[in-house]
C-alpha cells in the first residue's frame, strides 16, 4: 500500500512538473515568435524604404532637393513633380504669410 502511495505522490509530482515545463515552453515559444514577427516587420519596413527612398510617387523616377524660399524640397528629374516633407507646406504658407503682411506693412507704412 506504501509503495503505491509513493508511486501516487511521484505521479502527481511529474505530471504537475511537466505542466510547468510545457506552460513555460509555450511562453517561450510566443516570445520568440513575437521578436521574429518584430524582426521581420522590421526589416521589411526597412527594404520597402532603402527601394523607395528618393523616389517620385508619381513616375519612380530620381527626387533631387532643392531650396525653395529657404525651405528644402524634393522635385523629379523626370516630371518636374514637386513633394513636400511634413510640415513643408505650412511652412511654406507661414513665409508667405508673413512676408504678405511685411509687404503690406511697408505699403501702408504701418
Known sequence: ME?????RREDEWFLKNEKELIERARLDRQKREAARAADERESERKRLRELHWMKC??????????VLEGISIDRCTFCEGLWLDASELEQLFLRKTD????LLRKILGV
Open 3 to 7: 509503495d503505491e502511495t509513493v508511486r
Open 57 to 66: 510617387p508619381k513616375c519612380g523616377h530620381e527626387l533631387r532637393e532643392e
Open 99 to 102: 512676408s504678405s503682411k511685411s
